[in-house]
């Protein structure tokens, strides 16, 4: 129904949370700036990983690193406690992203069936104390944190396989961001304008499959378009977008202006159809144009084809 994150959270940060909490003990304590030293501060990184990882199961955690830096043996001890207290900075952004999927979704988390927790970050307890805190529910573990991941791979790699037989396992995922799609006209006088964006005129849905969605766009002459999939559209899916066009065009396709990125990177690829032949009758004929957004969330332009109607009078 949703997704939500942090981009720039995670274990690892925990990890350097660490590594600058013993980084300023050893200056006092060993008279050393680990900060200068690029090996030294990869090795005491480690081990803070090492620290964090103990703590998940036990009150306090040790740590002992052996000629960090200048010929020195360090060791420092941290407790669950002081941990838990360093992180809570921490802990207030990972509750900001599952209040988001919550509020994305359109439900309260009392609605919730279940939760479950993958990840090995997921292990340390701070963290599913602020999911119970938020959601009001134990979470579940009906897989290993740190397998997950890579079981869900193997199922899919066998469900691939031509030599393996398993049972139909269906995978119905949405995209966490809108597309846009804009068209110009390529000829000598729109070449200089500006780009308009209209909304859609009309939208026909076809269930094709339980895991392919087709809609059938049909556009007036002069509008282009926007958000040609909406943010947690169900994927796989592909839209037909027929338009009546004469001259050459160019089809550009973004994220839209919602999407949690930097400008560059909303832009996803230009699509140009080069050459549009002319009709008999001379009309404007129709170009269809095919657009996808498969399992992976990956747009793509399918195909471009031009269609024109005879009228054929009977002899």
């Known amino acids: 129904?949703?997704?939500?994150?942090?981009?720039?959270?995670?274990?690892?940060?925990?990890?350097?949370?660490?590594?600058?909490?013993?980084?300023?003990?050893?200056?006092?304590?060993?008279?050393?700036?680990?900060?200068?030293?690029?090996?030294?501060?990869?090795?005491?990184?480690?081990?803070?990983?090492?620290?964090?990882?103990?703590?998940?199961?036990?009150?306090?955690?040790?740590?002992?690193?052996?000629?960090?830096?200048?010929?020195?043996?360090?060791?420092?001890?941290?407790?669950?406690?002081?941990?838990?207290?360093?992180?809570?900075?921490?802990?207030?952004?990972?509750?900001?992203?599952?209040?988001?999927?919550?509020?994305?979704?359109?439900?309260?988390?009392?609605?919730?069936?279940?939760?479950?927790?993958?990840?090995?970050?997921?292990?340390?307890?701070?963290?599913?104390?602020?999911?119970?805190e938020i959601t009001g529910k134990e979470h579940s573990r009906t897989l290993n944190a740190e397998e997950a991941v890579a079981k869900g791979c193997a199922l899919q790699c066998a469900i691939l396989s031509p030599l393996l037989k398993v049972r139909d396992f269906k995978v119905e995922d949405v995209t966490p961001y809108p597309i846009n799609l804009v068209w110009t006209d390529l000829t000598p006088s729109t070449m200089d304008t500006d780009e308009y964006v209209f909304s859609l005129s009309l939208s026909l849905s076809l269930s094709l499959s339980l895991s392919l969605s087709l809609s059938v766009i049909v556009l007036a002459n002069f509008f282009k378009i926007t958000e040609i999939f909406a943010k947690h559209s169900v994927i796989p899916a592909s839209k037909v977008i027929t338009f009546p066009r004469g001259n050459p065009v160019e089809i550009k396709a973004s994220y839209g202006p919602a999407a949690d990125l930097q400008a560059p990177l909303r832009h996803i690829g230009t699509y140009t159809i080069p050459t549009v032949p002319a009709t008999k009758s001379g009309e404007p004929g129709k170009i269809r144009v095919k657009v996808r957004a498969d399992l992976n969330g990956v747009f793509s332009v399918e195909s471009a084809e031009m269609t024109e109607i005879q009228v054929v009078e009977p002899e």
């Open 1 to 132: 129904l949703s997704h939500a994150w942090d981009r720039t959270l995670g274990g690892r940060n925990f990890d350097r949370m660490l590594l600058h909490h013993f980084i300023e003990e050893f200056k006092g304590k060993y008279k050393i700036d680990v900060n200068t030293n690029a090996r030294a501060k990869a090795r005491l990184e480690l081990a803070c990983e090492k620290c964090k990882i103990i703590l998940s199961a036990n009150s306090q955690a040790p740590l002992n690193v052996e000629s960090l830096m200048e010929d020195k043996d360090v060791s420092g001890m941290v407790t669950r406690e002081e941990f838990e207290k360093m992180s809570r900075p921490l802990l207030e952004r990972f509750a900001l992203p599952i209040k988001k999927a919550l509020a994305d979704a359109g439900i309260e988390a009392s609605q919730l069936q279940s939760i479950e927790l993958v990840g090995g970050g997921s292990r340390m307890p701070q963290i599913a104390s602020v999911v119970k």
